[in-house]
Structure formats: C-alpha cells, structure tokens
T-cell receptor, first 109, second 113 residues
Framework: AQRVTQPEKLLSVFKGAPVELKCNYS??????LFWYVQYSRQRLQLLLR??SRESIKGFTADLNKGETSFHLKKPFAQEEDSAMYYC???????????FGAGTQVVVTP | NAGVMQNPRHLVRRRGQEARLRCSPM?????VYWYRQLPEEGLKFMVY????????ESGMPKERFSAEFPKEGPSILRIQQVVRGDSAAYFC???????????FGDGTRLSIL
C-alpha cells in the first residue's frame, strides 16, 4: 500500500534560519514525488517535483530511495514562506496523488 | 486563463439533501481529479475522469457519491442524501495529460447541518 507521512504538523522557525520539512513514503515501485504549497487564502499550487530537480523560491528536495524520503529544505527561511506544505506521491501510470497530512510552517521575524 | 474554477465556494445542506459540486478544468485540460479533505487531514483521492469516462473511482464511497465529466460543461461531483460526515473541503484538479502536474481549484467547503 502506498503511504505518505509528514511527521510534523507544525514547524515554527525564525526568519533566516534553515527549514526542513520531512516527508517519508512507502511504495513498492518507482514513485514520482511532489511538494505542493498553500499560502493563506490561496489555492494549492505545485512547488517542486522530483523529476525536475530544480530549485523553486530557494527550496530544494532530493528523492532518497534508500531512506524512502523526499524532504524539503531551504537554507534561509523568509516570512513569505509561511504556508501549509503537502508532500504527495504519484504511483503508477494514472495521475492520482496520495497526499501527506501537511505541515504548517510559520516563519517569525 | 482563469485556472481551475470550482463552484460554489461554500455549500450548506441539511441532512438528506443532495449536494452538487462543479469543476471547470483549465482550458485545454481533459483530465479531472476530485479530492476530499477532512479536518486535520491531507487530501484524499476520490475519482479521476477523462472526458465522458471514469478512469479510476477507487477513492469514491460505494454509495451516494457519483461523478461525471460530460462532453460539454463542467465536471460534477454529486452527493445524494448527505450526512454530517460528508462535511469537508472538496478539491478539483485538472491536467492536460495524466503524467503532467495537476492544477488545483480553490475547493468547495461543504457543511452539513
């Protein structure tokens, strides 16, 4: 069975401090992993997908198949990073996504 | 391009009534996905449709729930004889191909009195 686990419901960091959001998954095949972000009063939007291997808004995420993890990192958090972050997995050929429960990030000045 | 449009944004129903949630995908997108989010939980997949066809409904409750995506018009998620446990946020997403990223709407918050 496929599963996505985000162990932290809430992450509070100071502006300028590093931030890491944990995401672990279980899936028997080769999954595709995503990070989605939802800013206050906005819709859910794609932040990163692992196959792109790019950095968006200073965030990076590396797929670690050995540890079945896809942690999201940013070296210096900004106040505008305060949002809800969801890790998601797509397994198989269909597009359906399996989401984690989400991590609320609060960046304080 | 206005993106994925869902309406209504908020819907209040009494127990036993029917709820109809609408989703217009982004222009050029023919793949539609519905997700449900219960309080304090992540989004859970319900159904995947491609014009006039249900491709995967493995996340749909067996009774009272149905979905369609007609040739013309929006996709509709229909909940018959609603119960309190149906209170949730329902999100629609669309993509142009099944292997492309999904774009989400603002969701419909359904409240059952």
């Amino acid at each position: 069975a496929q599963r996505v686990t985000q162990p932290e419901k809430l992450l509070s960091v100071f502006k300028g401090a590093p931030v890491e959001l944990k995401c672990n998954y279980s899936y028997s095949g080769s999954p595709e992993l995503f990070w989605y972000v939802q800013y206050s009063r906005q819709r859910l939007q794609l932040l990163l997908r692992h196959i792109s291997r790019e950095s968006i808004k200073g965030f990076t995420a590396d797929l670690n198949k050995g540890e079945t993890s896809f942690h999201l990192k940013k070296p210096f958090a900004q106040e505008e990073d305060s949002a809800m972050y969801y890790c998601a997995l797509k397994g198989g050929s269909w597009g359906k996504l399996q989401f984690g429960a989400g991590t609320q990030v609060v960046v304080t000045p | 391009n206005a993106g994925v449009m869902q309406n209504p944004r908020h819907l209040v129903r009494r127990r036993g009534q029917e709820a109809r949630l609408r989703c217009s995908p982004m222009k050029g997108h023919s793949h539609v996905y519905w997700y449900r989010q219960l309080p304090e939980e992540g989004l859970k997949f319900m159904v995947y449709l491609q014009k006039e066809n249900i491709i995967d409904e493995s996340g749909m409750p067996k009774e009272r729930f149905s979905a369609e995506f007609p040739k013309e018009g929006p996709s509709i998620l229909r909940i018959q004889q609603v119960v309190r446990g149906d209170s949730a946020a329902y999100f629609c997403a669309s993509s142009n191909y099944s292997n492309q990223p999904q774009h989400f709407g603002d969701g419909t918050r359904l409240s059952i009195l």
